[in-house]
């Protein structure tokens, strides 16, 4: 049921609730976006429930995927769905110590600056103009401006 709320066009449940009010679906600019977000609520509130385990199995698929994407281990396939709470807590320590191996040997090999390279970022450092870096960039980065730079060859 959608009334008019002020400049607001809001959705309310057809039932009340046990407090007697109708419950808030929403407000929305106009009547038609209130619409559009009643015909969701009634996709949703007759999808069966073989559709609703679809949903739920591809929105797991896709968290898996998008954790293995950026690089992290889905917590999802490290523990059972049916697992006590003590296996839970040693699943979880075993991924916990499974990240820190994994972090140490992903550990940034980075080159170490020589004393010409060092001397040449510090005059760099003091070329650049302090509030010019943070008009540019909201915040001062001449430290990184210059070690970039100096590293380089610039």
């Avoid at 109708?22 to 015909?39: D, Q, T, W």
């Amino acid at each position: 049921m959608i009334r008019k709320k002020g400049d607001e066009y809001c959705l309310y449940s057809k039932k009340k609730g046990k407090d007697g009010k109708r419950k808030n679906l929403g407000c929305y600019s106009s009547r038609a976006g209130a619409e559009k977000r009643e015909r969701e609520v009634q996709y949703f509130k007759h999808m069966g429930e073989s559709e609703m385990s679809v949903m739920k199995s591809i929105k797991a698929m896709v968290k898996e995927e998008l954790e293995e994407a950026m690089g992290k281990k889905s917590r999802a396939t490290k523990q059972p769905p049916d697992a006590t709470k003590a296996e839970k807590k040693a699943a979880n320590k075993r991924v916990r110590k499974a990240g820190k191996k994994e972090a140490e040997e992903q550990s940034l090999d980075e080159k170490e600056m020589t004393k010409p390279e060092i001397e040449k970022r510090d005059d760099i450092y003091k070329a650049l103009d302090k509030e010019d870096i943070v008009d540019r960039y909201g915040k001062d980065i001449r430290g990184a401006i210059a070690t970039s730079k100096a590293m380089k060859g610039k």
